[in-house]
């Protein structure tokens, strides 16, 4: 190639750049200039919307985040953090309501989603994808490592919370939660080995399914175990304890020193003992006790809630651990 072709490919290589460089500029200008804070008891959102989003489609999204923000912070009567910065794009792709959620870790934390406008507010509101992203907000990163923990947290409460909200029943809390269950089943005999390597590699060996299914069944047992000591203490309790000693400490965390800080304020070994039980193990974690306590009968390959008072009331305190029964 010659000096002219070389420069021309050169300009051409600039060109398209700055092209990049200049729409990413015109968004963070417009975000910069349109944040909508929206306040949610101990936070604040500040909400930057694509600029391609009509009046009524940016309003529709602010009741949708509001919505969401205020449901995660049921589960200690604050929000997680003082301040997360929400961004909120135009899908390029992808079905549903929000195709895709980003949580982001810096100062402040924050949450890029990316949406299909034209999906009504009650299918936003329907949509696991919110609660998920949202629910990240709970702990910081536990690093790679130990992914698991972290998307397993926010798997057990984006079928939890949609159940507080009211948007899912009861009964569809759990049919949502096994369906889970059965995909990280499957893709456990697939991969046939340990969580702790997997969940280093979640993103190379595609390991998605196994990885965060588990995560959402250690949390949900840890939530029986707590109940069944006859303990003053939930997941509900111990992430409000979390938050108060720890959530802004600035210092990382690795899953080990999160599950021991989650011990001392559970008064318990729960957590790590159910670490010790899952984390080497090729095998996906075992529901039955669980399901027995909780009254989740197995029938055809459905799951089929227990209406005996007892069960009904177990069940129930995990969805509203407020609530008396």
Known sequence: MNDTGRASVIGSRIGRLLAVAIVGLSFSLFAAANSQ????????????????????????????????????????????????????????????????????????????????????????????????????????????????????????????????????????????????????????????????????????????????????????????RLQKLGSPHSMASVMAGFQACCRMLPQEWNGPEMILRFDQLSESDVFSTLYGEIIDQAVFPDLTEAYTWLGLDLMGGRLEPDSATKFKQRRLKLIYPHRNQ
Do not use: C
């Open 37 to 224: 804070p929206i306040t949610v008891p101990g936070g604040t959102l500040s909400l930057a919307l694509d600029p391609a989003l009509s009046p009524s489609q940016q309003e529709k999204v602010r009741r949708w985040l509001q919505e969401t923000a205020l449901v995660v912070s049921k589960i200690s009567g604050q929000f997680p953090i003082p301040i997360a910065h929400i961004e909120v794009k135009v899908a390029s792709y992808g079905q549903g309501p929000v195709p895709w959620g980003q949580i982001t870790r810096g100062t402040p934390n924050g949450i890029t989603f990316y949406v299909n406008p034209e999906q009504s507010l009650r299918q936003f509101q329907q949509d696991w994808t919110g609660v998920h992203e949202f629910s990240h907000l709970l702990i910081p990163f536990p690093g790679s490592a130990d992914i698991w923990l972290s998307e397993g947290l926010a798997s057990y409460y984006q079928n939890i919370l949609r159940g507080t909200q009211g948007i899912l029943t009861e009964e569809q809390v759990w049919q949502e939660m096994h369906a889970g269950f059965l995909r990280g089943q499957k893709d456990a005999i697939q991969k046939d080995r340990p969580l702790r390597e997997l969940s280093g590699s979640m993103w190379s060996t595609g390991s998605y399914k196994r990885v965060y299914w588990s995560g959402a069944a250690y949390f949900l047992l840890a939530d029986v």
